[in-house]
């Protein structure tokens, strides 16, 4: 066991003797005044500050390794989260471990979570994302004190540019745009993938689902995202195991997506919904990564952006599909309807999609009520009403003039 040492030392003409020690966590030197400036005395204050200090105000460093906590952590807390939650926090872990490449927990101190960030910030990494690395780690490290592998949680600056945007990045689709999009996918996918691609994007176009649920979406598997066709209407089933709140979810779909798969053939309702053809023939269904690619190039071939700015021009992705969906049945329902089709974990990501549509009815609202006429309240020409002077209100009767 690591023991503490507390010394007498002087420092230049102060009147008293002073007791120090070096706080093997922090590495820094801990000082305090013995109060008396004879020596013997001071010996004895330093002697009962050391018993405080070893009878468990001061605790030695951990000596476990990082491997060790890693471990535990994945079998202790992850195993009973989302997968996506594991995953997420595996991707963390590896950073960790690609750039700082700690022995033991307790090397994760302030300053090595500091350069940790710059160097992601060097890598190209969004502030958003960043944001979302130190919470995981944080909430690792914060498990970890509290199972007293390290001491004490080291502070983490959360990077202070990651602010939440009112706007959707990119843009939702028009229909038009759509079909060129279904028009391009045979040049990028080749002959033999162009039907299953096509089933996939149209399936997308109207599920509002995300990437990796719908590679993920089968017809008869209870222990995965689940098409139920059971009752009067078809709906979704999430099994715990996929949820943030570890419970089973039944929920609706949107009529156009339950039309959509009840034209497929009660022969041909097996296995996995989506099956999208990679493009080399005889290839297993593509990862998620790449789905994500070759959509992204069909929107590219179709000439859809959907943003741009002095650097980059970005063309249509199957998360623009998704951003689609929920902008039209933005104009059918209300946010909490739409928050269970979008199956979104807040309220307040639900309205995003009804910040940009709502400036626009806004606007065709306020030229409706000038009828044309943008000075607002006459037919004189604007440079005409701007010369005269405003009336003058009258004063209402029964007040005090």
Not at 140 to 149: E, P, S, T
Not at 154 to 170: C, D, F, L, N
Not at 264 to 292: C, D, E, N, Q, W
């Amino acid at each position: 066991m690591e023991t503490i040492s507390v010394n007498v030392v002087r420092f230049g003409d102060r009147k008293y003797l002073q007791m120090q020690y070096r706080d093997s966590v922090t590495g820094r030197k801990k000082t305090r005044s013995t109060g008396t400036a004879n020596r013997r005395e001071a010996e004895r204050v330093a002697a009962k500050w050391e018993a405080v200090l070893q009878a468990g105000r001061y605790q030695p460093p951990s000596k476990v390794t990082w491997d060790e906590f890693r471990r535990r952590y994945e079998d202790e807390v992850l195993a009973s989260l989302a997968d996506t939650t594991d995953k997420k926090a595996a991707s963390v872990f590896n950073a960790v471990e690609k750039i700082l490449n700690p022995d033991r927990v307790s090397q994760m101190t302030a300053d090595k979570i500091s350069y940790l960030q710059s160097r992601l910030r060097q890598k190209g990494l969004k502030e958003s994302t960043i944001k979302g690395h130190m919470a995981h780690l944080q909430a690792a490290l914060n498990w970890a004190a509290r199972m007293q592998i390290i001491v004490v949680t080291p502070a983490i600056e959360m990077p202070k540019r990651a602010k939440k945007s009112k706007v959707m990045k990119g843009r939702p689709i028009t229909y038009e745009e759509f079909e060129r999009m279904l028009q391009k996918a045979p040049g990028i996918v080749h002959a033999h993938a162009v039907d299953s691609w096509t089933h996939y994007l149209n399936g997308m176009w109207c599920s509002g689902l995300r990437l990796e649920e719908s590679l993920e979406l089968w017809w008869d598997r209870d222990d995965q995202l689940c098409v139920d066709t059971t009752g009067r209407r078809v709906k979704l089933r999430i099994p715990a195991d996929m949820e943030k709140g570890n419970e089973d979810r039944v929920l609706p779909l949107a009529p156009e997506f339950e039309e959509f798969l009840l034209a497929t053939p009660g022969s041909a309702r097996s296995g996995r919904v989506f099956k999208p053809s990679a493009k080399r023939i005889g290839a297993t269904l593509p990862k998620a990564h790449r789905v994500g690619e070759i959509a992204s190039e069909i929107g590219k071939a179709a000439g859809v952006i959907v943003a741009r700015n002095a650097t980059k021009t970005k063309f249509a992705s199957l998360h623009d599909l998704r951003r689609s969906f929920g902008t039209r049945w933005a104009t059918k329902v209300m946010p909490p309807i739409l928050q269970i089709l979008m199956r979104h974990d807040s309220i307040e990501t639900t309205l995003k999609y009804y910040v940009d549509q709502n400036a626009d009815e806004a606007a065709d609202v306020l030229w409706k009520a000038v009828g044309g006429n943008t000075s607002g309240n006459s037919s004189v020409e604007p440079s005409d009403t701007y010369k005269k002077s405003p009336p003058q209100a009258e004063p209402a009767k029964g007040l005090n003039k």
